[in-house]
């Protein structure tokens, strides 16, 4: 009998779902709104209702499905217990007590969302044959993924792939987790937003004034890197700051972790190109060991498909 994994990937504002068959190919449901602020109970439901309705879609059972894996933007102890996702507000929920009043026979693993888009990277994507390797997210935060031998690592209590939480330096404001100096706070898209608008003052020839018709708060990422392909000055500084503490947080990883590949990923990987060769000369620059290999620095593949892919790789790895 074929065996299917289902993989749930809760975001911000949308959850998506996938069915993976044991030949790897996968089936997506149509995109359901989060709805957080109705409560966890609420989207559990939901979520529960659309993996029933995408089951019944492609003729499989639930006892024909080896387990579901649940990626969740935030903190978790790697097994039921969600500590923290403060993107959708939920806080000390044991989601697995939820899942079992739907899915009672059906073993339920959680994650943190950038943890499961590394499995899924390892599985189908970029790390694909890499037995050790480091996946960093750059979106709205920063967030990252662990695999050693082959095995999602996640730490003793589930925080050891907190990347965005490293602390790279001294900032001109907080990060959301209270501490100053979160990687986070510099390589984020939304750090780089926040170092352009602290800039905008005074640097009035930029294209990027022109460019956001002198509103500040019209500001995006991707704006920052189109007028860094104009070479403007603003955006230089803005990506050379972006690029010096992504090196920085990189050159920490390699030195506790030493994986054969990093993988870059999240929304800002779509400037992969622009910044790729600045990063490598970095890095090179700050190698602790200038006489050792280091590992390579690769683009991710599976882009907004990873995290639901790899939540469903939960039951493989774990």
């Not at 993976?20 to 439901?45: L, M, R, W």
């Not at 990626?71 to 097994?79: A, E, F």
């Not at 599985?123 to 890499?130: D, L, P």
């Not at 990252?144 to 031998?149: A, E, T």
Request: aromatic share 8%; with cysteine; net charge negative.
């Amino acid at each position: 009998m074929s065996r299917f994994y289902i993989g749930v990937d809760i975001g911000g504002t949308e959850v998506k779902t996938a069915l993976v068959d044991e030949n790897d190919k996968a089936v997506f449901a149509q995109n359901i709104p989060t709805e957080s602020e109705k409560g966890y109970v609420h989207t559990i439901n939901m979520i529960a209702n659309q993996i029933k309705g995408l089951l019944d879609e492609n003729n499989v059972s639930i006892s024909m499905v080896n387990s579901i894996g649940i990626g969740i933007p935030g903190l978790t102890d790697g097994k039921s217990k969600i500590y923290k996702a403060p993107n959708i507000s939920w806080v000390d929920i044991d989601i697995s007590t939820e899942m079992d009043r739907h899915f009672p026979n059906t073993k339920v693993f959680i994650a943190n969302d950038a943890s499961v888009a590394a499995l899924a990277e390892h599985h189908f994507g970029a790390i694909k044959g890499a037995k050790n390797a480091v996946m960093i997210t750059l979106g709205t935060g920063v967030g990252g993924g662990v695999i050693i031998n082959d095995k999602l690592y996640s730490g003793t209590n589930g925080i050891a792939s907190e990347i965005g939480h490293l602390i790279v330096g001294e900032n001109f404001y907080n990060c959301n987790c209270g501490n100053n100096g979160c990687l986070e706070t510099y390589c984020s898209a939304t750090a780089i937003i926040k170092y352009a608008q602290r800039l905008f003052v005074d640097s009035p020839c930029s294209k990027i004034i022109e460019m956001t018709d002198s509103k500040p708060e019209n500001i995006t990422a991707k704006l920052i890197f189109d007028a860094y392909k104009e070479k403007d000055l603003m955006a230089k500084i803005i990506v050379k700051r972006f690029v010096t503490y992504l090196s920085i947080g990189i050159i920490n990883l390699m030195n506790v972790y030493d994986p054969e590949v990093f993988v870059i990923g999240g929304g800002v990987s779509k400037a992969y190109d622009l910044f790729i060769d600045e990063l490598e000369k970095e890095v090179d620059e700050r190698l602790t060991f200038k006489n050792a290999p280091r590992g390579k620095i690769v683009k991710a593949k599976l882009g907004n498909d990873a995290g639901a892919i790899g939540a469903a790789m939960l039951g493989l790895y774990i």
